[in-house]
């Protein structure tokens, strides 16, 4: 089970560093996803490698195989269904439910998730706006923009975060700024590119730099 646990979280961070186009990860950044070091990071691949898992040659980068695709969406498609049966069901809130989920999706029962995903009523996103992945393992990613990208006087809808960490989260709860609320970019300061943002057509807040480029938008 533990074993498990680990190379299964292994296959999530090949699958999110790869990104879209599917690019060899190294074992550098590995290594620093997992703060673990170097050596270990390679005992691990090497493992992978042996299951059939990832593409792995020595000095150079990884790529996860079709079945070490396939474990990897079936890991993401679990935590996420977690998230939405914290969040909906059991009354979490969305800066309380990661952490819980990175367990919780590692009970390999097959029917278990699909019999959660019946009773949510196959949910198409978690609460964090992150598409979840079907049964068969297709997973559509919606080409969101981050709010960097918008231009002052466009309203966007708030879809989905990039920053996943409770204190970022409850950040934006403070602020006003939930899934589906209406942002609109008044004004982009020239220094800190810092921007004035009404939320709802209400209150307008300046919103930092670092806070825009984590939240994904689309055009309303
Ligand atoms: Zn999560």
């Not at 599917?22 to 050596?39: D, I, M, P, Q």
């Not at 390999?108 to 706006?129: M, N, Q, T, Y």
């Amino acid at each position: 089970m533990q074993n498990s646990f680990t190379e299964e979280n292994y296959l999530k961070i090949i699958h999110a560093l790869s990104g879209r186009e599917g690019l060899e990860v190294s074992t550098n950044a590995l290594a620093e996803s997992t703060a673990t070091r170097a050596a270990s990071v390679t005992d691990m691949l090497r493992k992978l490698a042996e299951k059939g898992l990832i593409n792995y040659k020595k000095y150079q980068g990884v790529t996860l195989t079709e079945t070490g695709e396939r474990v990897a969406i079936s890991v993401i498609r679990k935590h996420r269904l977690w998230e939405v049966f914290l969040v909906e069901k059991l009354g979490f809130g969305w800066d309380e439910v990661h952490d819980i989920a990175e367990e919780l999706e590692h009970i390999p029962s097959d029917i278990l998730v699909e019999k959660l995903d019946a009773f949510l009523g196959h949910p198409r996103f978690d609460p964090h706006g992150d598409p979840i992945p079907d049964a068969k393992g297709n997973l559509l990613e919606p080409d969101y923009r981050v709010l960097t990208d918008v231009q002052v006087g466009e309203k966007v809808l708030m879809m989905g975060v990039l920053d996943h960490a409770p204190s970022f989260l409850q950040h934006l709860d403070r602020s006003g700024i939930t899934l589906g609320c209406v942002l609109e970019v008044r004004e982009i300061n020239e220094y800190d590119k810092s921007a004035a943002v009404q939320i709802n057509g209400e209150q307008t807040l300046f919103i930092s730099l670092e806070v825009s480029k984590n939240l994904l938008v689309q055009r309303r």
